[in-house]
């Protein structure tokens, strides 16, 4: 949820940031909802191990689809964007700091 909710400024328009939030924690109570229903009724079926295999195979798709995603997002070779920091807060652009 922390992890959304961070990328969630740099996807939307600042115009709506809450209508994204209330998209995003919607979208996480609804599948709450949907995934205790279906584990719920794959533990009483199966046993505990089935039910927790089915989370672990959904969190290895949704891993799979943001990889995916995310490499379809930026042209081979693209430069990460150096972010500035706010102006006024006495730090330098990330891409100006110096090990």
Not at 60 to 76: D, E, F, K, N
């Amino acid at each position: 949820m922390r992890a959304a909710a961070g990328l969630s400024p740099a996807l939307v328009p600042t115009t709506r940031p809450a209508e994204s939030m209330a998209l995003l924690t919607s979208a996480v109570v609804g599948g709450q909802a949907l995934s205790l229903a279906v584990s719920g009724r794959l533990a009483e079926a199966y046993g505990p191990s089935d039910a927790f295999g089915v989370a672990t195979g959904a969190a290895v798709l949704i891993l799979g689809i943001a990889l995916a995603t995310r490499a379809m997002s930026r042209p081979p070779g693209a430069a990460t964007p150096a972010v500035a920091a706010p102006a006024g807060s006495g730090r330098r652009a990330s891409a100006d700091r110096r090990p």
